[in-house]
């Protein structure tokens, strides 16, 4: 049975935490990865729901969002690099490596930015 009176406890209580899901939520959208927005989305509501119902689980989500959130925050530090990169290249800055090949460095998700 759920308690409904301790509902985010864990929200209220780590509030950091909180935004910082929102944030990282936001940016996997920026990045276009549906899986990644998707895991975050139910990361919040998991934290949420559960997370104040047991103090045990606070510190596991502590940690997991903190992956979460530098991961992502890595991406999109990677992936705008790439778009500085991609600016250099078609104004013709640096030698061609996103867009030889008639590619254009054009692409979908930035997920995938090595």
Not at 29 to 56: D, E, H, K, W, Y
Not at 72 to 83: G, I, S, T, W
């Amino acid at each position: 049975m759920i308690n409904t009176g301790d509902w985010g406890l864990f929200v209220s209580d780590y509030p950091f935490l909180f935004i910082a899901g929102l944030i990282t939520a936001v940016l996997a959208i920026a990045l276009r990865s549906p899986v990644v927005t998707g895991l975050q989305m139910l990361f919040i509501m998991v934290s949420f729901f559960i997370g104040g119902m047991n103090a045990a689980i606070d510190p596991i989500l502590l940690i997991i969002q903190a992956v979460i959130s530098l991961s992502v925050l890595y991406k999109y530090v990677k992936a705008v690099d790439m778009n500085e990169q991609l600016i250099l290249e078609k104004t013709h800055q640096k030698a061609p490596h996103l867009i030889k090949e008639e590619h254009r460095g054009s692409r979908f998700s930035f997920w995938h930015t090595r």
